[in-house]
């Protein structure tokens, strides 16, 4: 089961704008959306991002997604200390049929 | 208001048999499917496979297919994940979570469980 690849660290200082890359294959990001979790530390994982660029009912605008070809990627502006998490990219593997999840990148506000 | 609890901790030791629970609350359970997703210490997310509740139907990840088995009562809007014989790299923390749709663009998890976390040690 193949899986998403991301940095597996991003920072910046509050303010500033941190994007987080995710690059897959033509099978996971190349034929479907990405969606995008994020994860407080000792928390479940929560929607973010869904169907490449749309943000849940809640989703401050400052997160924003995007994705071309086999890549993705997730920008934060105005980065706060309350964004320090864990952020998934995930996506639907329509040649395995399985669901797919990034590596993982842990975001530090300086 | 739409939730997933999952059953508590669990500490058991190697070879022992486990299962452990899901049950949703708050909207029509047999209309959604049900996965569940893995995350060992310090690691990323992993997905072990899903159940429907309307049939009972379950997919795998090749990954963790014959390690586990997925299951469903949906008389009791509960699906579960159980282990014949545990092994010490099976300790996690288990999500469950609910997909929008089945496959596709549809498929992301709008709700989460709170996490079960599994240690198998002697």
């Given at each position: 089961q193949s899986v998403l690849t991301q940095p597996p660290s991003a920072s910046g200082t509050p303010g500033q704008r941190v994007t987080i890359s995710c690059s897959g294959s033509s099978s996971d990001l190349g034929s479907n959306t990405v969606n995008w979790y994020q994860q407080l530390p000792g928390t479940a994982p929560k929607l973010l991002i869904y169907a490449d660029i749309q943000r849940p009912s809640g989703v401050p605008h400052r997160f924003s997604g995007s994705r071309s070809g086999t890549s993705a990627s997730l920008a934060i502006s105005g980065?706060?200390?309350?964004?320090e998490a864990e952020y998934h990219c995930a996506a639907w593997d329509g040649s395995q049929n399985v669901y797919v999840f990034g590596t993982g990148t842990k975001v530090t506000v300086l | 208001e739409v939730r997933l609890v999952q059953s508590g901790a669990e500490v058991k030791k190697p070879g022992e048999s486990l299962t452990i629970s899901c049950q949703g609350y708050g909207y029509g359970f047999n209309g959604f499917w049900i996965a569940w997703v893995r995350q060992m210490p310090g690691k990323g997310l992993e997905w072990m496979g899903r159940v429907d509740p309307s049939d009972s139907y379950v997919d795998y990840s090749p990954s963790f297919e014959g390690h586990v088995t997925i299951s469903v009562d949906e008389s009791i809007n509960t699906a579960f994940l159980q282990w014949s014989s545990l092994k010490a790299s099976d300790t996690a923390m288990y999500y469950c979570a609910r997909p929008l749709?089945?496959?596709?663009?549809?498929?992301?998890?709008?709700y989460w469980g709170q996490g079960t976390l599994v240690t198998v040690s002697s």
């Open positions: 980065l706060q200390s309350a964004d | 749709g089945n496959s596709g663009y549809e498929y992301y998890f709008d």
